[in-house]
């Protein structure tokens, strides 16, 4: 029976309220502490009351995957490691849509200089994102979104200071969304525990990508369909044939790896579900797809959403991490529910959920879109 619960309020005010020893499996997206878009519940990661916490409420050798910032995963890795996890392995979530953050070091020492750079060319702005001139940090001022048509402005250096750092920049693009796999430690060996507990293993066979699947972003098959085994040839991989070949095939696809590729949610997956709910601004666009807007990237604001969360993980992303750590008919406990994406994963995959969200504008979004998404829950408690 697909059952889930929603708690509107503090995850580890919650969490005291559960059992010990009672959740399969924590799969979770906490605040990163990067401040995101001014937000107050984006000030620090979770620290060691919360990993406490939710040590506690899992089963031994149950897994928590718990998503961070590439510059802030650190504090979230100690906390659970300080409370008594095992750190397993970090996970990658590849997406290609980031936007390099990135000071023009040329441009900004002319800016000190206060020296004038001669307009020698422009390009077309990359869609979803701000165009114009440079202000004083040389980081883009001008306003409005563009569309793939606007022009933005191509400088030659002014200075010979300039001239020599032409080139370099501060930033590198973000393509990747790091998350801490850990476990709690096991109630004896893996055979005892997994027997007495049901958790304590991953799902190989389960999360494997079969052979063609996008999630894949490694070596691709062989002219025949199919990896005969190791690395074949591969873009990736210059293309070169004389590559390793040590292990066999499978017919279930490839192991599992710690990277998994897909694309942020679409707009149309964000807001199924939520058509009831009252429009606001937020989001913003970085790009189409057969018409249907990327969203998310924290750009120009200007979409009238009714799923107004910023940063919603992908269905397929959770779906995959879910299955991965949480055995049949188990519960995943999501301590960050935000606009509820690990519910609906959780609930596809046939296991029952518990999402905790403190932040009152999430919690009717989360409720919205998992019972549109899972609209044959024979119960539900909230």
């Known amino acids: 029976m697909r059952q889930f619960s929603l708690i509107h309020g503090d995850c580890v005010e919650a969490m005291r309220q559960m059992p010990a020893d009672s959740v399969d499996a924590i799969v979770t997206d906490p605040p990163y502490g990067l401040g995101f878009l001014g937000k107050k519940w984006d000030a620090l990661p979770p620290g060691l009351p919360w990993a406490e916490e939710c040590l506690r409420v899992l089963k031994p050798g149950g897994h928590i995957v718990a998503f961070g910032g590439q510059r ?128 304590g293993a991953l799902n190989i066979d389960g999360c494997r990508y079969a052979y063609g699947d996008e999630a894949w972003p490694g070596p691709g098959e062989d002219p025949g369909g199919r990896t005969v085994g190791g690395y074949t040839s591969s873009p990736v991989f210059g293309g070169a044939a004389d590559v390793l070949r040590d292990t066999e095939s499978h017919d279930l696809g490839r192991w599992p790896a710690n990277v998994y590729a897909c694309p942020k949610a679409s707009r149309r997956e964000r807001e199924r579900g939520c058509e009831h709910l009252a429009a606001r601004t937020g989001g913003g666009m970085t790009g189409t797809v057969d018409g249907d807007l990327k969203t998310g990237s924290g750009n120009e604001r200007n979409n009238q959403l009714r799923n107004h969360h910023p940063t919603v993980k992908p269905v397929a992303l959770m779906r995959w991490l879910c299955r991965l750590v949480t055995p049949p008919g188990g519960t995943v406990l999501d301590t960050f529910t935000g606009s509820g994406s690990t519910g609906i994963a959780a609930l596809a995959e046939s296991f029952a959920f518990v999402g905790v969200e403190r932040e009152a504008e999430y919690i009717e979004i989360a409720r919205a879109r998992i019972r549109g998404d899972a609209p044959l829950l024979n119960r539900e408690t909230a």
């Open 72 to 199: 802030t995963i650190h504090r979230l890795t100690c906390a659970l490691e300080d409370a008594g996890f095992e750190i397993r392995d970090l996970v990658g979530w590849l997406q290609w849509q980031g936007f390099p953050k990135s000071l023009d070091v040329s441009k900004a020492i002319d800016a000190a200089a206060g020296a004038e750079r001669e307009v020698v060319g422009s390009k077309a702005g990359w869609p979803g994102y701000r165009t114009g001139p440079t202000g004083p940090q040389g980081l883009a001022t001008g306003r409005g979104l563009s569309n793939g048509s606007a022009k933005s402005r191509i400088t030659a250096p002014a200075t010979d200071d300039a001239k020599r750092w032409n080139g370099w920049g501060t930033a590198l693009k973000p393509c990747i969304e790091p998350a801490t796999l850990a476990r709690k430690p096991l109630d004896g060996t893996v055979a005892a525990n997994v027997l007495r507990w049901g958790t």
